[in-house]
């Protein structure tokens, strides 16, 4: 089992910026990845961002250029840093932390963004 605690959510006006953080337990061996999903009230939840053993990189198109996504392995965290943010981006917030058949994801922290 891996245990996920997000932590860094909250409200913010539209331009501001925030900073998501995501603990994990420990650290699935092999290939895997960390990621950010958000899902908004009446939608399906989506793929944010997410960083690979690799170093590989996936955004999504409506956040590319304002959010960064990163992570220390010593720590086995995972940040998401949002800037420039929008009203639209305002969503739970969702780590995840898959590898090999496993996929743990933790209990999410909410992102307001007020006009």
């Known amino acids: 089992q891996v245990q996920l605690v997000e932590s860094g959510g909250g409200l913010v006006q539209a331009g501001g910026s925030l900073r998501l953080s995501c603990a994990a337990s420990?650290?699935?061996?092999?290939?895997?990845?960390m990621g950010w999903y958000r899902q908004a009230p009446g939608k399906q939840r989506e793929l944010v961002a997410a960083i690979f053993s690799s170093g590989s990189i996936n955004y999504a198109d409506s956040v590319k250029g304002r959010f960064t996504i990163s992570r220390d392995n010593a720590k086995n965290t995972v940040y998401l840093q949002m800037n420039s943010l929008k009203p639209e981006d305002t969503a739970a917030y969702y780590c995840n932390h898959a590898g090999g058949a496993f996929s743990y994801w933790g209990k999410g922290t909410l992102v307001t963004v007020s006009l």
């Open positions: 420990r650290r699935l061996f092999g290939i895997n990845a």
